[in-house]
């Protein structure tokens, strides 16, 4: 059996090295196929390894001496730290020596090394940010959201295609709905962008192409795959972040507002809680990178165990499913 | 004294001419400065007044025969319906003859009828449609939210300068903080556009530029005035709704899922429900249509009497702050 190896960002993140090596224990655990590497000062690793039982045949550990901070300026700290665990990371998957890399760090860092260090598939104009966002159904995947701005149709249309496949194969979507987010739900809306990149989207016979989708939609889950250029799917994601978080406090904050209220909440809590992680995205794992010579996925910068573990299992069905050849292959069409 | 003259579309909307005119009656009933002009058909609307004790004086009917439907394609529908309520009332501001236009009819119509029909201030390029939105703080101005797509740098410097002075004089914010939705707070970020317009707001000594804002800290209410091309703009106002209103769902679904839930959210609700009040986009009246020979106001399809009523109002000190004037005047700073 083939594993699939995994590279992991030791040292990125709000609860690194801590939470990042157990999330990689626990899916050393849970999954017999996976084989992880851990990246970043040896030393620190080794230290919290001891912490845990793991399967050590499935485990090396790479030495990385820098740490990129979640602060730095993207493009100068991928460039200045050659021996940082991030751009090891992202070596290692450009050499073929690992499948995957997962990192909670600088997300705009990880989005540039994606590219510049892991490097894109030949043909692929663009690498797209492929979060999933959690809906009423379950989840969508939004595509660009952020890794690149000012795109044209032609890259829109490549975002489709790779979103299509990663849905399809890596989260079992059957013919997965492709949507364009436009201001209306008619054909003939849209800016010049979104009106250019529509007739190509329909003319695509790879793809389930349904139409526009209004923002005011997406939340509904009526669509697997919704396209839109960087901008605006980094304002989609983060005002999808920003709107739940402020409208779950001004509704703690209206539970606590009365004695009789408080009681309630605490009878509610438990219901509560149980539905409210349906619309939890940590639930689903990293956000990939796609188009790129290999998989690069990208955890929050809060992210704990769970996540950790979720992403690195996630790779697992990219590998398995050939998800580089598959995109590959749409450049043949 | 001088009235605040308000036309009112009484045909347009879920609710018309039921809950338009009930909102009229109140609005006058409410406040001895406003005249209302209620445009439709003119035996229903009589009819309809019949049912309310208001000021006679302080109302007239004029007439307009036809009615523009929801689903009708707004460029041809305004260009057609000639003696439409809406193009009769639109109409009514051009000439002078109402100071303001109230309606719930069709958004698309309403946004170019205004453009069309009324018409810009002479040098004002773009007329952008101006939501008020919730916020954790109070509420934040957003514009454009799709009244026109593919602006330019220059089309948002004056939706910058037009907002800042609607939040400070109809609003009664001093010194509106000013933002531009960007993908990132530092200077250097951005598309294109935004990297064109960053510099040219921070020269404009007539307004309070803070910089960049990220979407995911709108809801949070630290911004007055909030700046971004219309279609950025309209996935912005449509994502608000669609995740605030899919996130009460799941709560309620959550609540409503156990016994003990289900008494815990009785117990909860009503302090639950004046804190969500707070977060309800219909408290603070209409949204208004800027640059324009007047004012244009439009309200939400499914508005009732309360929301007309604040819109109506609202009108008074857009008004009584000579508001056009003071949008007129910043062409020749």
């Known amino acids: 059996?083939?594993?699939?190896?995994?590279?992991?960002?030791?040292?990125?993140?709000?609860?690194?090295?801590?939470?990042?090596?157990?999330?990689?224990?626990?899916?050393?655990?849970?999954?017999?196929?996976?084989?992880?590497?851990?990246?970043?000062?040896?030393?620190?690793?080794?230290?919290?390894?001891?912490?845990?039982?793991?399967?050590?045949?499935?485990?090396?550990?790479?030495?990385?001496?820098?740490?990129?901070?979640?602060?730095?300026?993207?493009?100068?700290?991928?460039?200045?730290?050659?021996?940082?665990?991030?751009?090891?990371?992202?070596?290692?998957?450009?050499?073929?020596?690992?499948?995957?890399?997962?990192?909670?760090?600088?997300?705009?860092?990880?989005?540039?090394?994606?590219?510049?260090?892991?490097?894109?598939?030949?043909?692929?104009?663009?690498?797209?940010?492929?979060?999933?966002?959690?809906?009423?159904?379950?989840?969508?995947?939004?595509?660009?959201?952020?890794?690149?701005?000012?795109?044209?149709?032609?890259?829109?249309?490549?975002?489709?295609?790779?979103g299509s496949i990663y849905m399809e194969y890596v989260m079992g979507v059957e013919k997965p709905k492709v949507a364009i987010v436009n201001v209306g739900a008619e054909e003939e809306k849209g800016n010049a962008l979104v009106k250019e990149t529509y007739p190509l989207l329909?003319?695509?016979?790879?793809?389930?192409?349904?139409?526009?989708?209004?923002?005011?939609?997406?939340?509904?889950?009526?669509?697997?795959?919704?396209?839109?250029?960087?901008?605006?799917g980094n304002v989609i994601l983060k005002l999808y972040e920003g709107v739940a978080s402020t409208l779950i406090s001004v509704i703690k904050k209206g539970l606590m507002s009365t004695l009789l209220s408080k009681i309630g909440a605490a009878m509610a809590l438990p219901a509560l809680k149980k539905t409210l992680k349906s619309f939890d995205a940590t639930e689903y794992g990293g956000a990939p990178l796609l188009g790129l010579k290999g998989l690069v996925v990208k955890t929050h910068g809060s992210a704990k165990a769970k996540e950790i573990a979720n992403a690195i299992e996630q790779c697992v069905a990219f590998k398995e499913q050939n998800i580089t050849e598959k995109i590959e292959n749409i450049l043949n069409v």
């Open 1 to 162: 059996m083939e594993y699939t190896k995994v590279a992991v960002d030791a040292m990125g993140g709000d609860h690194a090295p801590k939470e990042i090596v157990k999330g990689a224990v626990d899916a050393l655990n849970r999954n017999q196929q996976i084989f992880v590497t851990l990246v970043g000062n040896e030393e620190v690793i080794s230290k919290e390894l001891e912490m845990y039982k793991y399967p050590e045949d499935r485990v090396s550990i790479v030495h990385a001496s820098e740490v990129i901070e979640t602060a730095e300026h993207p493009v100068q700290a991928i460039q200045k730290k050659k021996d940082s665990s991030m751009v090891v990371g992202l070596k290692l998957v450009k050499k073929g020596e690992a499948d995957a890399f997962v990192s909670s760090g600088n997300s705009g860092a990880l989005l540039v090394g994606g590219q510049l260090v892991t490097g894109r598939i030949r043909g692929i104009h663009r690498a797209p940010f492929a979060p999933l966002i959690p809906t009423e159904k379950g989840v969508s995947l939004v595509l660009d959201c952020g890794a690149n701005v000012d795109a044209r149709s032609e890259h829109l249309v490549q975002f489709a295609r790779m």
């Open 202 to 232: 329909k003319e695509c016979s790879d793809i389930n192409f349904v139409g526009s989708c209004e923002a005011r939609d997406i939340p509904k889950g009526d669509y697997d795959v919704i396209v839109c250029e960087g901008f605006v």
